[in-house]
């Protein structure tokens, strides 16, 4: 059996405090439409940071690539994809891609990498249970 893909798509429209002086969207502003994704996917596929939180782990991000492909601007609507990507390992891998919708051209291209630790910040090495009963409910497990 093939394991699924889990893909989330958010749409939102560029505000005009996302822009910078030259009327672009900030470079810094990538990362919050990130999260825009991350939180978009865990709505869809049930994985909730809230609850993560409340079952003793926090998820904090380790790695954070962006590589931007074209300009954005204020009023642009863009369309956030938000891949998760299975990992043997104890962590929470996403790829993202930003397109401008009326365009359709690729804005930007990403990933996150986030790592699962206690309430008191020691790293957990090993996939938490809820996480493993996660992967096996959306097929990610043999």
Not at 56 to 64: A, L, M
Not at 104 to 132: H, M, R, S, W
Request: proline share 1%; glycine share 6%; charged share 35%.
């Amino acid at each position: 059996m093939s394991k699924e893909k889990l893909i989330d798509q958010k749409t939102i429209r560029i505000r005009f405090s996302e822009t910078d002086a030259l009327g672009m969207v900030w470079h810094g502003n990538y990362i919050k439409f990130f999260e825009d994704g991350r939180d978009s996917f865990g709505e869809k596929y049930d994985l909730n940071w809230l609850e993560i939180h409340d079952l003793g782990f926090v998820t904090p991000i380790v790695k954070t690539v962006c590589e931007h492909k074209c300009k954005l601007r204020y009023g642009d609507k863009i369309r956030i994809e938000t891949e998760f990507i299975d990992e043997a390992a104890a962590k929470i891998h996403f790829k993202f891609r930003i397109y401008n919708t009326d365009t359709g051209k690729l804005a930007a291209t990403g990933e996150t990498l986030q790592v699962f630790t206690d309430k008191d910040g020691e790293l957990v090495l090993t996939n938490p249970e809820f996480y493993v009963k996660w992967k096996k409910r959306w097929n990610l497990l043999d």
